[in-house]
């Protein structure tokens, strides 16, 4: 028996399927195609670096980014810490100082991480172009700060920065179901994936930056080679971090506001 409605519905679904089909197999040979919510997350990450390579010793300018400098110091010299817990060290104390920057005492191993906030970085970029990525990447970032202040727990100055830091990133968090965590995440990730680059921008601090260390333990190597390294890696992980983002998180922001409360939902 012939039914007209039943003929047109089949044909409707044939017709969706096709054309589900279709936009799939478009999305697949595109992959570097950037959706509206992807040049969002894009035009935040070049602003944030763009803002940061102007204020990061621009007088009162740099006051403001303060707490957030001292918190990718806080993640690099983690990193330092704990390299050198798996190289044998003993470590003593962190301590992020205002003038000084920041430094790690230990006694033995080995000392010396600028790949490690190139990776933090990385991760944390990379986490910010999706609303669920964010939240997982927070809590890895929320432990590793926690870490540090156990070992900065001496100096009131660092558990008061760190514990700033974690606030905001509780706050961010619970707010507005955390949509705004990505961007956070993407902010402090600009920091610590370019952190080599603005250490060697830095010209307030006492301590030495890791270029200088580097030239000073290895000296047939001068300290501009060593900056052109640790710029190329900081690069590298931004390019990467970006890229990867592109190719991986396509759904747009609605799609991934329900998805992210499908993992701890606020």
Known sequence: MYIPVADHVGHAIQHAAGYLTKR???????PFELTHTQWVTVY?????????????????????????KLCAVAC??????????????KVKSIVLDPNQGGTTRMVGGFAFCNIGSTLIGSGLLFASFDQKASKIAAIPLFVHLT??????????FTLLNV???QGLILIFYIVAHAVFLRFLLAFIGVMNVM?????????????ESDVC?????????????WGAIWTFVSCSGLTAAILGGIVTFKKDFPAQYFESQTFIPT
Do not use: M
């Not at 870490?147 to 009131?156: C, E, G, H, N």
């Not at 952190?195 to 301590?207: A, E, F, M, P, R």
């Not at 260390?213 to 001068?222: E, H, I, K, S, T």
């Open 24 to 30: 799939a197999e478009a999305e697949a040979t595109k």
């Open 44 to 68: 935040w990450i070049e602003a944030c670096i763009i803002v940061l390579l102007f204020t990061w010793n621009l007088w009162l300018a740099r006051s403001i980014i303060f707490p957030f």
């Open 76 to 89: 690099h010299e983690g990193c330092h810490a704990l390299v050198g817990l798996l190289t044998g060290a």
């Open 147 to 156: 870490i540090v202040s156990l070992w900065a727990r001496r100096s009131r």
């Open 163 to 165: 514990t700033f830091i």
């Open 195 to 207: 952190y080599s680059v603005w250490d060697q921008l830095d010209d307030l601090k006492i301590n």
């Open 213 to 225: 260390a580097f030239q000073r333990l290895y000296p047939w190597v001068p300290a501009q080679v």
